[in-house]
């Protein structure tokens, strides 16, 4: 079986030469995530990640999370004790206020140790990452004596945070929540609904639990400007801040799922005894506006766990590879024996295939992550707005691009195993299983398709995908003329990936408002063709970094050599599609929409 290692070595090339992890570590406040420290950082969370998360993986699999008579949630043998040591190490604060009590790390740092915990046990990571969104949400617009109360414990993960915003009748559509709030003298309100899909809605981490709650008030106008966030906790804190009375929320089920199945996703239930006991975020009919705050860092991770799982399915199937003997591989010397499956062309092939997307979406990744350090810490108010606006345009890339590149890569992960790669014991199926899942919540790959061509590229005129695609071409540009014949055909094969892409930016601007059915129909080709062209773009500019390393003689000269061939890898192999991506944005809609419904 294999083991999960993380890449530290990639994973601090991209910190450091593509995402600029040294001047992050100039921004106020940051002055901590010097690059030695924070290789000291990514050293724990490895030994953390493959000590403890990664052989706790199968078997919570196997066993599932399992609901109890009393609405009771009992998690898998050795989660809790994972949790806690997770709790006692401090990686629940690492990017939190110092305020609160956490550490005040970079996002860009948080990421990177979030990757590992994806990879390593992904249903286990679900809980923590909840539990951040809901911290930054009351953080940014909770009261005083709400921060007081809640988020010290939250941050050093004694208490957990969940977020309800799906109901029966409202998925994606959430103008369609019926939950009420109806307030009372004392200043709550007592709420009343059922939501479901609710992760780690119940378990037996911890004493409380924490859940972020939409819901209408009684004179709240229709649709989503009539929506408020809460705040209902478990049990509701007593005078010295600890669990007291219990609350009128309880878990009625959990769901049987494809996958994830360490992760419980509860149908939860409020007020069945009159009303459970909520206070306010913020304003009243603003719940949606603060939920997407909540949301977006969650977007932004659950493409971190695109990029973890891709990385942890390509682990298995080299691991697979090279210790499967099967036959001679074709071209070898004709005298010698049969050999690992990994000398055999075409599963070179799925391998490298594996290894470039990978590599791309972290890359892309971790530079967004850099991106939303500066926009919260740089001191150039304009520095600060350019970079948010950056960060705005990648969030629906990383999110949905990430995740359909693992779900890919967790297929090919299972072809190279071949007829094993279809039994459960070998542990490919599982990555399948549970990649299956990140396509989906948080925001389909079609909602973030429509977010990235009507918020993120026509609401300003395609201004900030231009100027993105123009700093593409800058490299593509500067490639394309090097003396170099591997950094010469990245840059051509960039340059032609790049054109593709302004023109369905040119196409998609116009589209969106006057051909609307049209441009939203081709809008996941629109998403990928980003997604492939910014990994063929950090990729690009990681070779040439190594190529002026290797020429200094500085680093290790086969880690770099390795980069460079992945990235010739990806603009011979991968870059392509971004010109049959562009069919599908500008030219592939009007046929999708055309059939009469009545003749599906």
Known sequence: MSTYRAPLDEMQFVLNELAGLGQVATLPGFEDAEPETVAAILEEASRFATDVLDPLNRPGDQRGAIRRDDGSVEMPEGFRDAYWKYVENGWNGLSKSREFGGQGLPQIVAAAVEEMWHAANMAFDLCPLLTQGAIEAIELNGSDELKARYLPKMVAGEWTGTMNLTEPQAGSDLAAV???????????????????????????????????????LPDAPEGTKGISLFLV????????????????????????????????????????????????????????????????????????????IAERAYQRAVAYARDRVQGRAVGLDKGAKAGAIIEHPDVRRMLMTMRAWTEATRAVAY???????????????????????????????????????????????????????????????????????TTIYEGTTGIQANDLIGRKTARDGGATARTVAREIAAVANRLGSSADPDLQAIGVRLAAAEAALQRAIDWIVPAVGGNTRVAHAGAVGYLRLWGTVVGGWQLARGAEIAKRKLAAREGDHAFLEAKVTTARYYADVLLPWAEAYEALATGGGEAAVAMPAEQF
């Not at 004392?186 to 119940?202: A, H, N, P, R």
């Not at 037996?204 to 209408?216: P, Q």
């Not at 108010?381 to 995740?403: C, N, W, Y």
Request: aromatic share 6%.
């Open 178 to 216: 019926r939950t009420r709030a109806v307030p009372q003298k004392d200043g709550t309100y007592l709420v009343s609904g059922q939501k479901i899909f609710i992760t780690y809605g119940e378990h037996d981490y911890t004493d409380n639990i924490v859940h972020m709650v939409l819901a209408r």
């Open 367 to 437: 530079v967004t992550g850099a991106a939303m350090d500066h926009a919260a810490r740089h001191p150039d108010a304009d520095a600060r707005k350019r970079h948010q606006a950056f960060v705005e345009l990648m969030i629906p890339i990383v999110k949905g691009h990430s995740t359909e590149v693992a779900q890919e890569v967790a297929s090919l992960g299972l072809q190279v195993h071949g007829g094993m790669g279809f039994i459960e014991e070998t542990g490919a199926a599982q990555h399948y299983r549970d990649a299956r899942i």
């Open 233 to 308: 906790p478990k049990f509701i804190p007593d005078a010295d801040g600890k669990p007291g009375k219990r609350n009128d929320v309880h878990c009625v089920s959990i769901e049987h799922k494809l996958g994830i199945h360490a992760s419980p996703t509860c149908v939860m239930s409020y007020g069945e005894q009159g009303g459970a006991t909520g206070w306010i975020i913020g304003e009243a009919n603003h719940g949606l506006e603060y939920m997407f705050v909540m949301m977006n860092l969650a977007r932004y991770s659950v493409g971190l766990e695109g990029v973890g």
